[in-house]
């Protein structure tokens, strides 16, 4: 059977990639990792309902809901710290397994709580796990996987999860609908499973030690933080790359604040209504269509593949506007956003994961998705305040306009930067 040359069944050379044979390590090491997947999707389907839970069970303030979409971001804040060290020392697989249990296991504790203060406050420690388990899957990813499988294998572990994350997220809906009391139970899932990932990661990472060059960032605490700045010189592609990523961020974090008091004060959605958007179709992008997102990161540049991914994603909110504008039909333009959002993300989430990967040398991995997640850190200190504000002070509709102009901005931005490089590439040969 043949596929056209743009279906990344094939390539133009004609050899597979959707399905390309794996090599013995890397099939152990690709069993671990969507068992990792499996475990994370059901925790991953809980955590989708937590601003739902915030807003319509626990009646949490508009500044709660601010701060909780603030939270895994802001909890990451010292992940370039934290994995610089990682790389310099190793033993990826004790700090995945101490860090990931220890820290998520504690939100189990809202069993017995009711407080969305205390709320905030395990979720913190729950999110900041995030600072270590997803730049050491980087480097276990760089390290166990070949270069023609790994954006590939990264989309079927998306894939995995969300095909788990999807059920849990719909059965989270109809428990609560039925009675929200079962919110105290959906936590204790939500910290074994998300512990259960952590401890499958930790696995696969078994025996691998650091390759970090003693010249590229330093072992010492002083030297790297003198060579941090460095990164962003030395490395101007991905200086840029990050720039614009910054700018995706704020588009889209703006809107966490703003969306379950649109579906709850202007939709009237229930809980399953909510998690069928967001939970479901919001997901379905990320369930069918990260394998081939991955292929295509892999043949496009990352500047020129997000670019595309961002401007798709200016749809999003276009469409949350719409739904504002026509009440008569805003559950259909809600459906609508989300399964915009659905495409778009499933591009941005394989970026986000593994584009410093491209720009990373050798045994600096984590050190580079460490400072991304920072970047991600920083950017939540006022992404999500701005959105409360402009809500605040002018309306829904507003918000998701500005919305949309900064992910078409970014997207254009990072489409005009790829064209420059190539340009520039093509000037010195």
């Given at each position: 059977m043949q596929f056209p040359g743009w279906l990344p069944f094939r390539s133009n050379k004609g050899e597979r990639t959707l399905f390309n044979p794996l090599t013995p390590s890397e099939r152990k090491a690709f069993r671990l990792h969507l068992m990792s997947a499996a475990f994370g999707?059901?925790?991953?389907?809980?955590?989708?309902?937590?601003?739902y839970i915030a807003v319509?069970?626990?009646?949490?303030?508009?500044?709660?809901?601010?701060?909780?979409?603030?939270?895994?971001?802001?909890?990451?804040?010292?992940?370039?710290?934290?994995?610089?060290w990682i790389d310099s020392h190793g033993r990826y697989d004790r700090a995945v397994l101490l860090i990931g249990v220890l820290t998520r296991l504690p939100v189990a504790l809202m069993f017995f709580f009711s407080s969305v203060n205390v709320m905030l406050l395990l979720l913190l420690l729950?999110?900041?796990?995030?600072?270590?388990?997803?730049?050491?899957?980087?480097?276990?990813?760089?390290?166990?996987?070949?270069?023609?499988?790994?954006?590939?294998?990264?989309?079927?572990?998306?894939?995995?999860?969300?095909?788990?994350?999807?059920?849990?997220?719909?059965?989270?809906?109809?428990?609560?609908?039925?009675?929200f009391q079962f919110y105290r139970l959906l936590f204790v899932v939500e910290a074994v499973f998300?512990?259960?990932?952590?401890?499958?990661?930790?696995?696969?990472?078994?025996?691998?030690?650091?390759?970090?060059?003693?010249?590229?960032?330093?072992?010492?605490?002083?030297?790297?933080?003198?060579?941090?700045?460095?990164?962003?010189?030395?490395?101007?592609?991905?200086?840029?790359?990050?720039?614009?990523?910054?700018?995706?961020g704020v588009a889209f974090?703006?809107?966490?604040?703003?969306?379950?008091?649109?579906?709850?004060?202007?939709?009237?959605?229930?809980?399953?209504?909510?998690?069928m958007a967001k939970g479901v179709i919001g997901q379905l992008g990320v369930l069918f269509l990260s394998p081939f997102m991955g292929i295509r990161l892999t043949r496009l540049h990352p500047f020129r593949f997000t670019g595309i991914v961002s401007i798709i994603l200016a749809f999003y909110p276009l469409s949350l506007a719409f739904s504002a504008w026509m009440p008569a039909f805003g559950q259909f333009f809600f459906y609508l956003a989300y399964f915009i959002f659905a495409i778009g993300m499933a591009g941005v989430r394989t970026s986000w994961s593994i584009s410093s990967m491209h720009f990373a040398p050798p045994g600096q991995e984590a050190t580079y998705q460490g400072?991304?997640?920072?970047?991600?850190?920083?950017?939540?200190?006022?992404?999500?305040?701005?959105?409360?504000?402009?809500?605040h002070f002018f309306g829904y509709?507003?918000?998701?306009?500005?919305?949309?102009?900064?992910?078409?901005?970014?997207?254009?931005?990072?489409?005009?930067?790829?064209?420059?490089?190539h340009r520039e590439i093509a000037l010195h040969t």
């Open positions: 999707g059901v925790s991953v389907g809980v955590i989708i309902n937590h601003e319509n069970g626990l009646h949490a303030a508009a500044w709660q809901i601010t701060a909780l979409t603030m939270l895994w971001p802001i909890s990451n804040i010292l992940s370039v710290f934290i994995n610089h729950f999110f900041a796990s995030n600072s270590v388990v997803l730049p050491a899957q980087n480097a276990v990813m760089k390290k166990k996987y070949g270069d023609s499988n790994r954006a590939r294998l990264f989309g079927w572990w998306s894939s995995i999860l969300t095909l788990f994350s999807l059920p849990v997220t719909m059965l989270a809906g109809v428990l609560l609908d039925a009675n998300g512990a259960g990932q952590a401890i499958f990661l930790s696995i696969m990472a078994r025996g691998m030690s650091s390759t970090v060059a003693e010249k590229a960032t330093g072992r010492g605490s002083r030297h790297f933080m003198k060579s941090l700045w460095s990164i962003f010189r030395r490395d101007r592609e991905f200086a840029w790359f990050e720039t614009y990523f910054f700018l995706y974090l703006m809107l966490l604040p703003v969306i379950p008091y649109f579906a709850t004060d202007v939709l009237q959605l229930d809980y399953e209504q909510y998690a400072l991304h997640i920072t970047l991600t850190a920083l950017r939540a200190c006022f992404a999500p305040i701005l959105g409360s504000v402009l809500l509709t507003e918000a998701f306009l500005v919305s949309a102009g900064i992910f078409a901005t970014a997207g254009v931005l990072f489409i005009i930067r790829y064209r420059t490089h």
